[in-house]
């Protein structure tokens, strides 16, 4: 019952996600889900395999929670608030350090990149703050082009909430990183490398 | 352990340049671009320290770089050209961010070589130099503001300069991408082969 549950929570949030980022021209959230989505569709690490005990906790909570976070904040209009602008700060890095996860694994399993738990986590994190900073000038630079009033405060707050909450995404990650059997995970199955 | 000649030539040349131009702001009242100055001299020094320790012979050019990277920071500070040349920050911007884009390719390179837990494909190399240059120059960035918010700096002038900045520093990683692609990654010389030496080649196999 959870199993079925769970599986059905897992797209109901991203294809909810999709709609909302599409209908908001949220080009930053529409690149985390394509890129989700891909993995999904490509069979990539992890994502067949749901379920499993060992990946529910990190699935649900860095893609599963950002995702419906996500979601509720635009069907209640969310827009201002400290409190609410921490928390989808919060959300937002938990589900980029997800998907620069994802591409380093991908990458581990199809090529002959190789680093150990440690290492994949900390580069993840670097990468998931260095995206998010990118993403943070790239929509800044596009406000300023369209005249809107910005502070270089305002921009430099973002910049180190997007630090400080991918550091704190990457320290509650460490514990599933931990125990996840990620070499299991990369493996190719014999079978598939057959039929490759 | 004995160190090359030309790491000590780049010690006295940058220890020399240092104290003129700490000297020089500190006679005139300057006081943030003397500090600057004396400390640009002291992490000079450090390429010096870690080859004399038998830990990490830098490269030459790298050296150079850096040289180069701190000189020109230090000497735009000194002449106040941060404030009247407009190009002067992105130049320093560029060099900087070049220079530390090398440096973690060079780290990258030294746990490639000699750790088994790590293997870093050469195509990985520009993916990861244009991370970090991107995170450093946000560092950087940030505390260039914790500096003016603390103690009234001034050295973000506006949004747009600070984006300027951003976008510099990726194009400084860029460039070391570029570099690192086209020339470095050859080695033509084994000066990046044998960056490490022997007692850090040990600690890396008993740590990773």
């Known amino acids: 019952m959870w199993r079925d549950g769970f599986r059905a929570w897992f797209y109901i949030s991203i294809s909810a996600a999709l709609l909302v980022s599409i209908s908001a021209i949220d080009i930053y959230w529409l690149m985390i889900e394509i890129g989700m989505v891909t993995a999904i569709l490509g069979r990539y690490p992890l994502y067949d395999q749901v379920e499993q005990p060992d990946l529910q906790r990190p699935l649900t909570l860095f893609m599963v929670f950002p995702f419906s976070i996500y979601v509720l904040m635009h069907l209640i209009g969310y827009r201002d608030g400290l409190f609410l602008t921490l928390f989808s700060t919060l959300t937002t890095m938990m589900v980029t350090l997800l998907l620069c996860l994802f591409v380093i694994l991908i990458l581990e399993k199809q090529t002959e990149f190789h680093m150990n738990y440690r290492f994949i986590l900390g580069f993840a994190t670097v990468a998931a703050i260095s995206l998010a900073s990118l993403f943070t000038f790239l929509s800044t630079s596009y406000d300023l082009i369209n005249g809107e009033d910005l502070s270089n405060a305002d921009m430099m707050w973002t910049l180190i909430s997007v630090l400080f909450f991918g550091i704190v995404s990457g320290v509650l990650f460490k514990r599933d990183m931990r125990r996840m059997d990620y070499i299991e995970i990369l493996m190719i199955d014999q079978q598939e490398e057959d039929q490759g | ?208």
């Open chain 2, 1 to 208: 352990m004995k160190v090359r000649r030309e790491t000590a030539g780049v010690l006295l040349i940058s220890e020399g340049l240092g104290m003129i131009m700490g000297a020089l702001a500190l006679s005139e009242g300057n006081n943030y671009p003397g500090l600057g100055a004396f400390m640009g001299g002291l992490i000079m020094a450090l390429p010096f320290l870690l080859e004399r320790m038998g830990l990490i012979r830098l490269p030459i050019f790298v050296q150079i770089w850096a040289l180069l990277a701190i000189g020109l920071h230090t000497f735009g500070l000194v002449w106040k050209l941060y404030d009247t040349t407009w190009w002067w920050d992105e130049m320093t911007h560029a060099v900087s961010s070049s220079l530390v884009g090398m440096l973690a390719a060079i780290g990258l390179y030294l746990f490639d070589m000699h750790s088994i837990k790590i293997k870093v494909p050469r195509w990985a190399y520009p993916i990861m130099i244009m991370v970090f240059s991107i995170f450093i120059g946000v560092i950087w960035e940030m505390g260039e503001f914790t500096g003016d918010v603390l103690t009234s700096t001034r050295m973000q002038y506006s949004l747009s300069d600070t984006l300027n900045d951003c976008y510099v520093d990726m194009l400084g990683g860029l460039i070391t991408s570029a570099l690192w692609i086209l020339w470095f990654w050859r080695d033509p010389t084994d000066e990046l082969g044998t960056t490490a030496l022997e007692p850090l080649i040990g600690r890396f196999k008993s740590w990773f």
